[in-house]
């Protein structure tokens, strides 16, 4: 990947890309998501449909992905969900980032969580970012950190994997 990925809101055509990229995601750190591997396949790719439809982008629900260019292969992707109960509507959750072992390190990462943050800022009424990392996850923390996230509390024994606990931090970015 030479030059900088493409940036895009993902739509019902990707459906297919974004699910297989996610369970590469899925299965490679199943520490870094709450969903495992195996439940994302008994869901299937039917429980994006609604999200990829774009409906509720306007609102802070969106899925982005990053495509390496010239090919527009799917390389990262990276959600935004709102929270929906009205005393909690001015905050905004970072789910699902992922960017594919072969693109890591280029910028993707970055790309991804700079546009989320741009279109973040541009939605009435959010105030607050905040997205959830794993303990030992140091370059996933360092690029958060980087782009204006702060730690804000610690999970202990958030996610249990194989009997073996994560502990994961929460971190948060006003806007």
């Known amino acids: 990947m030479e030059h900088a990925p493409l ?10 890309a974004f699910f297989q990229l996610r369970l590469r995601g899925l299965q490679a750190h199943p520490e870094a998501f709450g969903t495992s591997h195996q439940e994302a396949l008994e869901k299937g790719p039917g429980q994006y449909e609604a999200i990829l439809q774009g409906t509720q982008a306007a609102d802070g629900n969106f899925i982005l992905g990053a495509f390496a260019t010239p090919e527009l292969e799917l390389i990262g992707t990276v959600g935004l969900r709102r929270e929906p109960r009205v005393k909690e509507r001015h905050k905004a959750v970072v789910v699902g980032m992922y960017v594919a072992p072969e693109a890591a390190g280029r910028g993707a990462g970055r790309a991804l969580l700079g546009d ?28 958060y950190e980087s782009l204006g996230f702060r730690c804000c509390g610690r999970e202990v024994d958030a996610l249990r994997i194989d009997g073996v606990f994560h502990d994961a931090d929460l971190m948060a970015r006003l806007i």
């Open 7 to 16: 940036i895009r809101q993902l739509n019902l055509a990707d459906l297919n």
């Open 116 to 143: 989320l943050l741009a279109r973040g800022e541009r939605i009435e009424g959010l105030r607050q970012i905040q997205l959830v990392v794993t303990k030992q996850n140091e370059a996933a923390r360092h690029l």
